[in-house]
């Protein structure tokens, strides 16, 4: 069974604070990697994409891929009150077109 | 650009019925997953379209199926709901390409009574 783990959480940090989001997965046939965000009683928005070992940076947001220890994380700094969400790690399935595994979710509260 | 699009967005229906929902992707993509979201399950993958054919298939009973148009918009059919069918029932589009970016639609929320 091809699996996304996430840390469960939920994790509470204060605005201003970096958040940190982990996630690993068990199919090493994974190549494409993704962090959605998903507020309560919404659809998953696409935060990010990363396909290559290292760091990928938009804006507040940075993608760490480790391909070796099949390892995904996501950073948020200078959190905001908005940015209290869940976030989903979805790794592409390598050998099932158009299938992504996503993990459990974490749910992010960023206090004021 | 128009983003994914999905119909009804809410249903209330009983037991032994069936149900059908429709997803219309973002122009130019030729993909269509669609996935069901429980609280106890998570995001879980129904089965994907791409050029009319399904390519990919969760693991979900016979009840559930789903076709593709030419135009790439795709139905999915659900017949004779039980009450753990209640879900959020999200589609999402992607080119189809390499990296097959996927983008969700805002969901059908499906309510078995």
């Known amino acids: 069974q091809k699996e996304v783990e996430q840390n469960s959480g939920p994790l509470s940090v204060p605005e201003g604070a970096i958040a940190s989001l982990n996630c690993t997965y068990s199919?090493?046939?994974?190549?494409?990697f993704f962090w959605y965000r998903q507020y309560s009683g919404k659809s998953p928005e696409l935060i990010m994409s990363?396909?290559?070992?290292g760091d990928k940076e938009d804006g507040r947001f940075t993608a760490q891929l480790n391909k070796a220890s099949q390892y995904v994380s996501l950073l948020i700094r200078d959190s905001q009150p908005s940015d209290s969400a869940t976030y989903l790690c979805?790794?592409?399935?390598?050998?099932?077109?158009?299938?992504?595994?996503f993990g459990r979710g974490t749910q992010l509260t960023v206090w004021p | 650009k128009a983003g994914v699009t999905q119909t009804p967005r809410y249903l209330i229906k009983t037991r032994g019925q069936q149900v059908t929902l429709s997803c219309s992707p973002i122009?130019?993509?030729?993909?269509v997953s669609w996935y069901q979201q429980t609280p106890g399950q998570g995001l879980q993958f129904l089965f994907e379209?791409?050029?009319?054919?399904?390519?990919n298939k969760g693991n979900f009973p016979g009840r559930f199926s789903g076709r593709q148009f030419s135009n790439s918009r795709s139905e999915m059919n659900v017949s004779t709901l039980e009450l753990g069918d209640s879900a959020l029932y999200l589609c999402?589009?992607?080119?189809?390409?390499?990296?097959?970016?996927?983008?969700f639609g805002p969901g059908t929320r499906l309510t078995v009574l």
């Open positions: 999402a589009s992607s080119h189809a390409g390499e990296t097959d970016t996927q983008y």
């Open positions: 199919d090493r046939g994974s190549q494409s």
């Open positions: 990363i396909y290559s070992n």
């Open positions: 979805a790794a592409e399935a390598g050998s099932t077109l158009g299938r992504l595994y």
């Open positions: 122009s130019g993509h030729r993909s």
């Open positions: 379209y791409f050029s009319e054919t399904q390519r």
